[in-house]
């Protein structure tokens, strides 16, 4: 398995021949070196534009979140004082609907009959009068007054249809409505006797109407102001906190450039 | 005379391209680089794509140069990093493997007398396959043991001593054949 002679003469011819590489040879070399020391050389700054990145990156990211965490915030508060102007809207509005029910109601009763005709517009008018004081009363209350006052129109309703029919049972829930009349009439201290009972009661429930609409309107315009002062506020001393914060690093920069130019 | 100089300052010139000068480099790379394309085109076939292995081992080489340590011959250590980096080429580009065999062919002693031209050589060489080529090289031109070619290539000794049999029968097949054509009886 020795390299015989011929293996010999391979190895010398081969060793001795030498074939000129092209010209482009060294200089693509050369690019490959200068690449290679180019890398070599950004290597150790490498880190530090890693870092300054990071650095940028960071104080931008906590830049925007905290511009983003003032503009939710201020709707946040707007949208606060909104929904409370909604709860007072929206009562009112329930309140209006049973109402002209209750006032269909009553017409129907009419065509009826009239001695339960009296009794029951008292009812109602008491129940419409005790509406207007709760809503008079608080803007907060809202969704219980609603529900405390259905039940008691529900209740009219078995006894309008009761009224043409029977008498006997009518009475019963009468004697119940009127006790209830007698506190609302405590509550309201409202004179039962005068005949335009009915008239004076429902001017009276239109002025409250239209107050609480006047109200409810005070209240819109308000919140769009309010909306529109707050947010240039807060623009305006955001817009001041940063101009402060770039001459402040601006000057700091400024200063250790000169520093570091002097040294 | 100058060369004489470069050669006393070879030491010198390799700190110097050890810095980054270019200009040592290219110094290096003039005094070298026939010699170790001849040693690639020896393995490579394509002589665009053996200046393409050149260039990047010669990039390693100058790229470890902090790591030689002036006890070897420096050409020796540029060359064997040539000849890693075709075998390298070879391996992944050209996917070949070595299967596990060990027959081996008898050993003819009809040595040919013949001298043959670098040229005849090449051509000879180039014809066996990839895998014959390497080993033959490895074995015959650069004068590795078995036991080394066998760690180089992750083989067994016996499959390098097989395929450097396989090699060498083939060889001289086309030897013959070779010396037929010039004598034009084929």
Known sequence: MEPNKLEKQFRDQLNAREIQPSAQAWDRLDAMLSVAEEKKTRKPFGFLFIAAGILVLVTLGLFFFNQNDTVISTPNTIVGTETKTDTVQNPTEIRTAPIVESQNQNEVVATSDVQPKTNNNVTLSAVEGQQKRTNQKGVSISNQSVNNQNPIINRDKPIEFQNPSDIAIKDLPKIQDKKDIYIKVDNTKKIFTSPNRDELLLAELDKVSKQLTDSKSNIKVDAKSLLSQVDGEVEYSFREKMLQKINKNYQEVKVALANRNNE | ?186
């Open chain 2, 1 to 186: 005379m100058k060369v004489i100089n470069l050669h006393k300052d070879e030491k010198e010139l390799i700190e110097l391209a050890v810095e980054n000068n270019r200009h040592a480099q290219h110094q290096i790379y003039s005094k070298f680089a026939p010699k170790m394309l001849s040693v690639c085109r020896q393995y490579i076939k394509d002589i665009q794509q053996a200046e393409d292995i050149m260039i990047t081992a010669f990039m390693k080489v100058f790229t470890n140069l902090k790591n030689f340590e002036h006890k070897g011959s420096f050409e020796g250590w540029i060359r064997r990093i040539m000849i890693n980096e075709c075998i390298s080429f070879i391996r992944v580009q050209k996917k070949v493997k070595f299967i596990e065999d060990e027959t081996f062919f008898e050993e003819r002693h009809n040595d040919i007398e013949s001298k043959f031209s670098v040229e005849d050589i090449q051509f000879l060489i180039d014809n066996l396959p990839e895998g014959y080529r390497m080993i033959f090289n490895l074995y015959a031109i650069e004068g590795f043991k078995h036991h080394e070619i066998a760690t180089m290539l992750n083989i067994s000794e016996g499959t390098s001593k097989s395929q450097l049999s396989h090699a060498r029968k083939m060889l001289q097949d086309h030897i013959i054949k070779l010396k037929n054509y010039h004598n034009g009886t084929e």
